[in-house]
């Protein structure tokens, strides 16, 4: 077992009262107080987490979002509190909204997919005929779906949203104006390091009646980024776009005749591959930072990480 890539953990916390593990994060409930999230190594497409985890993919998510969280902080109330380890972010426990809140600058990705296959109309957007992949739209739409605890997300309207009382009239409200400022901030900074933000999704909790932006915010998990220079030229030619983002994988996983379906076998990750993912991952943190990233020292990082989470808590009890 490589100890220098952290899958999961199975950690017993001083104060545990809950344990949650989605395709990426481990997350501890303590004393529904803090809620302590590890960005594991473990990587997923369509739904499905993939066999191999990709070294320092969990530093690298976790690092891009404190950045996003501490620079968004003055425009929606988030759940950070401290980042004990380069894997972990701690926050305030909230209880989770089960809508992923997502928003599209372009036509892309399953947007594309979606409308290539006829439909004009997702999540109640309605689209006009003629467009193109990778055409901006223009404004940028919000397109949610559901959060499921296993299996596949599901596309779902605002007014379904509403219908199912899943959240008020006035609480989403609030979500679309959240979810369009955090998007405006995100694609300015892109913009900034000569990338485009191009599409991307936020998820929110409640504490003391208020919403918070819970998880990740701006990661290559969470968003798709392209390269700006270039991005008029390779459209009017209708060109793929150069993109810094988890599309490389599923494009790769769908050559290979993988869509997570049922029945289909997980193509193998060889050591090439999966070094391959690591150095995408690398790289978008130093575009979207503009810093160098800092490999930590080899070692068995749950440890690391347990040792770490531990005395955060034995400081904040």
């Given at each position: 077992?490589?100890?220098?890539?952290?899958?999961?953990?199975?950690?017993?916390?001083?104060?545990q009262?809950?344990?949650?593990?989605?395709?990426?994060?481990?997350?501890?409930?303590?004393?529904?107080?803090?809620?302590?999230?590890?960005?594991?190594?473990?990587?997923?497409?369509?739904?499905?987490?993939?066999?191999?985890?990709?070294?320092?993919?969990?530093?690298?998510?976790?690092?891009?979002?404190?950045?996003?969280?501490?620079?968004?902080?003055?425009?929606?109330?988030?759940?950070?509190?401290?980042?004990?380890?380069?894997?972990?972010?701690?926050?305030?426990?909230?209880?989770?909204?089960?809508?992923?809140?997502?928003?599209?600058g372009?036509?892309?990705?399953?947007?594309?997919?979606?409308?290539?296959?006829?439909?004009?109309?997702?999540?109640?957007?309605?689209?006009?005929?003629?467009?193109?992949?990778?055409?901006?739209?223009?404004?940028?739409?919000?397109?949610?779906?559901?959060?499921?605890?296993?299996?596949?997300?599901?596309?779902?309207?605002?007014?379904?949203?509403?219908?199912?009382?899943?959240?008020?009239?006035?609480?989403?409200?609030l979500?679309?104006?959240?979810?369009?400022a955090l998007?405006?901030?995100?694609?300015?900074?892109?913009?900034?390091?000569?990338?485009?933000?191009?599409?991307?999704?936020?998820?929110?909790?409640?504490?003391?009646?208020?919403?918070?932006?819970?998880?990740?915010?701006?990661?290559?998990?969470?968003?798709?980024?392209?390269?700006?220079?270039?991005?008029?030229?390779?459209?009017?030619?209708?060109?793929?776009?150069?993109?810094?983002?988890?599309?490389?994988?599923?494009?790769?996983?769908?050559?290979?005749?993988?869509?997570?379906?049922t029945?289909?076998?997980?193509?193998?990750?060889?050591?090439?591959?999966?070094?391959?993912?690591?150095?995408?991952?690398?790289?978008?943190?130093?575009?979207?930072?503009?810093?160098?990233?800092?490999?930590?020292?080899?070692?068995?990082?749950?440890?690391?990480v347990?040792?770490?989470?531990?005395?955060?808590?034995?400081?904040?009890?």
């Amino acid at each position: 077992m490589n100890k220098s890539v952290l899958n999961k953990t199975n950690f017993k916390l001083e104060g545990q009262t809950g344990f949650y593990r989605g395709k990426v994060r481990d997350v501890y409930n303590v004393k529904d107080k803090y809620w302590i999230m590890i960005a594991t190594d473990r990587i997923s497409a369509f739904d499905v987490v993939l066999p191999r985890g990709i070294p320092f993919k969990g530093q690298v998510l976790n690092q891009i979002a404190l950045r996003f969280l501490d620079d968004t902080g003055g425009l929606v109330p988030n759940w950070k509190i401290a980042s004990p380890d380069p894997m972990v972010t701690v926050g305030h426990y909230c209880q989770p909204i089960p809508i992923e809140m997502i928003i599209r600058g372009y036509l892309t990705g399953s947007s594309w997919r979606t409308y290539q296959n006829g439909k004009r109309e997702i999540c109640g957007v309605s689209l006009p005929e003629g467009l193109r992949e990778h055409e901006k739209f223009p404004e940028p739409i919000i397109t949610p779906t559901t959060k499921a605890a296993e299996g596949h997300d599901e596309d779902i309207s605002r007014e379904e949203i509403l219908e199912q009382g899943i959240v008020t009239e006035e609480d989403y409200a609030l979500l679309e104006k959240y979810t369009r400022a955090l998007y405006a901030h995100g694609a300015e900074v892109a913009r900034k390091k000569g990338l485009i933000l191009v599409d991307t999704k936020y998820e929110f909790g409640k504490k003391d009646g208020r919403i918070f932006l819970i998880d990740e915010i701006h990661t290559p998990d969470s968003s798709r980024y392209f390269y700006l220079d270039g991005y008029d030229e390779r459209f009017k030619r209708g060109e793929p776009q150069k993109q810094l983002s988890k599309e490389f994988v599923r494009e790769w996983l769908m050559q290979k005749g993988f869509q997570g379906k049922t029945g289909q076998p997980v193509p193998e990750m060889n050591d090439d591959f999966v070094n391959s993912v690591s150095e995408r991952y690398i790289e978008l943190y130093e575009k979207i930072t503009g810093e160098s990233f800092i490999r930590p020292e080899e070692g068995d990082v749950a440890e690391r990480v347990k040792i770490n989470i531990e005395e955060f808590l034995g400081s904040n009890p």
